[in-house]
């Protein structure tokens, strides 16, 4: 059973445009939720993340919001750059539990120059 | 500063070899993981470490062993291979000042494991 769910495997976007990558989630104990990115053949990086208690959270170009009723994040790149081109994966924690992640299977972003 | 390192990058294996992942970080970090992630897949974990001397399975424990003598090393060991094991496998590690649930974790290169 899948509790973090990334619908959409790809995405596909202009430079200069912005990028909406989307995550649902099921299990309501879920209370911080990050994005990582992910290059070929390199491990992921941290990217941004939001705790339950806001509803965004934004950093540079990223933008995560979070819609707790509905159980949906949304990572905005504002503008997409050739360089965002990677596999973004949303993951999920609960409070206590030592750190452990549970990932989605990742959304891959190609930004067209 | 390396953060954390991972050996092999490469391996291939035949069904029922064993064989050692290492995975050492220079963070001085508590806790230490071990993904999976198999084509088209997330990340699945399948052992953890919230320092030395302690560690718990994870979602996908079986077949794997593992063990963390020293705060830096936590090493994964795979005794049987099987072609389900063919995988990426990313070692990772977090510190604890977060309280252990917000802290961001750091990830390796990857080791890609062919059992064939």
């Known amino acids: 059973d899948q509790q973090v769910k990334q619908n959409s495997p790809s995405l596909s976007v202009q430079e200069g445009r912005i990028s909406i990558l989307n995550c649902d989630y099921t299990?309501?104990?879920?209370?911080?939720f990050l994005w990582y990115k992910k290059y070929p053949a390199e491990g992921p990086t941290f990217l941004i993340s939001?705790?339950?208690?806001?509803d965004k959270n934004e950093d540079g170009r990223f933008t995560v919001f979070l819609n707790k009723s509905a159980k949906h994040l949304s990572l905005h790149i504002v503008p997409s750059q050739p360089g965002d081109s990677a596999v973004y994966f949303c993951?999920?924690?609960?409070?206590?539990?030592?750190?452990?992640?549970?990932f989605g299977k990742g959304i891959t972003l190609s930004v067209r120059p | 500063n390396a953060g954390v390192t991972q050996t092999p990058k490469f391996r291939i294996l035949k069904i029922g070899q064993s064989m050692t992942l290492q995975c050492t970080q220079d963070?001085?970090?508590?806790?230490m993981y071990w993904y999976r992630q198999d084509p088209g897949m997330g990340l699945k974990l399948i052992y953890y470490?919230?320092?030395?001397?302690?560690?718990d399975k994870g979602e996908v424990p079986n077949g794997y062993n593992v063990s963390r003598s020293t705060t830096e090393d936590f090493p994964l060991r795979l005794e049987l291979a099987a072609p389900s094991q063919t995988s990426v496998y990313f070692c990772?590690?977090?510190?604890?000042?977060?309280?252990?649930?917000?802290?961001?974790?750091?990830f390796g290169p990857g080791t890609r494991l062919t059992v064939l």
């Open positions: 963070m001085n970090h508590n806790y």
């Open positions: 993951a999920a924690s609960v409070a206590g539990a030592n750190s452990k992640l549970t």
């Open positions: 990772a590690s977090s510190d604890a000042l977060g309280g252990g649930y917000t802290d961001t974790q750091y």
């Open positions: 299990n309501s104990m879920f209370d911080y």
């Open positions: 939001i705790s339950s208690i806001k």
């Open positions: 470490s919230v320092g030395a001397g302690i560690t």
